[in-house]
């Protein structure tokens, strides 16, 4: 096997490596999607992101199991989905996940949304805990969880978690989240982080930043996404794509790239995480 690039890491508050970039799978179908991951871990993904909830499971664990790469190599998340919160739901859920992906454990967990008005999530995170320190998941953590779902969690059950996985792009930059996050040493990870099939990539700024370091308007947008510390997770199934969103290790933006960059803010509204719903 020839070799690959070594991505670089970030370290958790389990005590765990996460590589700084990943692979989406969200609406990959489970027939395509083994392909898929066997060629990003050719290139050099090792992070490989799904959800119960994508119907994908079992692609991405084939894909995971039969890719020239060890498994201890790679770093597996999935999600609990809306359906299957509470405590003792969730424990049989990560079985069902496991299951499909014919795994042994999971490298992070996440709940995948808060559901307030299921008024669950602290029992599905006790349940998490629980994961972890059995070592069926090295790491746990949630997606899309504001601060103040944050603060409920620690509160009353002292956990911390890992990642927070949230909707993040140069026109959403979600700072108080990223500053939130910082003060709790909560990994944020970047779902959407390409503008989620906006029109982000054909904004001149963008173009501009791309052009003055020769590179293409995705590699810039996950380049600002790298410099603010978060971790992204794009999702393409084209191999050309693959290999241009990996290829941001080695160059970095300027403080102007970034003002410019800056300008983007508040024009993309995230789903809110207070009423938004996906069982």
């Given amino acids: ?4 690039p070594t991505v ?3 370290l958790l508050n389990s005590g765990a490596m996460m590589p700084t970039i990943g692979l989406g799978t969200y609406e990959i179908p489970d027939a395509d999607v083994p392909d898929v991951v066997r060629r990003a871990a050719r290139i050099g993904y090792r992070l490989i992101d799904t959800a119960a909830r994508y119907g994908n499971e079992r692609g991405v664990g084939e894909g995971v199991r039969t890719a020239e790469v060890p498994r201890e190599e790679f770093f597996v998340v999935s999600k609990v989905r809306g359906g299957d919160q509470g405590y003792d739901a969730t424990l049989h859920a990560l079985e069902e996940s496991l299951r499909r992906m014919g795994l042994d454990h999971l490298d992070l967990y996440l709940i995948h949304w808060p559901l307030p008005r299921q008024d669950l999530y602290v029992d599905t995170w006790r349940a998490m805990a629980r994961l972890a320190a059995e070592g069926r998941v090295r790491s746990i953590g949630v997606s ?4 103040a779902h944050l603060d409920r969690l620690e509160q009353e059950t002292g956990v911390v978690p890992a990642v927070n996985q949230v909707q993040i792009n140069p026109r959403l930059p979600q700072t108080a989240w990223q500053e939130y996050a910082a003060t709790k040493g909560i990994v944020l990870q970047s779902w959407g982080p390409l503008g989620h099939g906006g029109s982000l990539l054909t904004e001149p700024v963008v173009h501009s930043v791309a052009e003055r370091h020769g590179r293409t308007p995705g590699q810039a947008v996950l380049r600002w996404h790298l410099d603010n510390g978060l971790v992204p997770i794009p999702k393409t199934v084209r191999p ?7 290829a941001v290790f080695d160059f970095r933006l300027t403080a102007d790239d970034h003002a410019s960059l800056d300008t983007l ?6 789903m809110d995480p207070d009423v938004h719903e996906e069982f």
């Fill in 1 to 4: 096997m020839t070799s690959t």
């Fill in 144 to 147: 899309n969880f504001t601060p």
């Fill in 265 to 270: 803010a508040g024009t993309q509204t995230a």
């Fill in 240 to 246: 050309v794509r693959l290999a241009e969103n990996f």
């Fill in 8 to 10: 670089p890491t970030v």
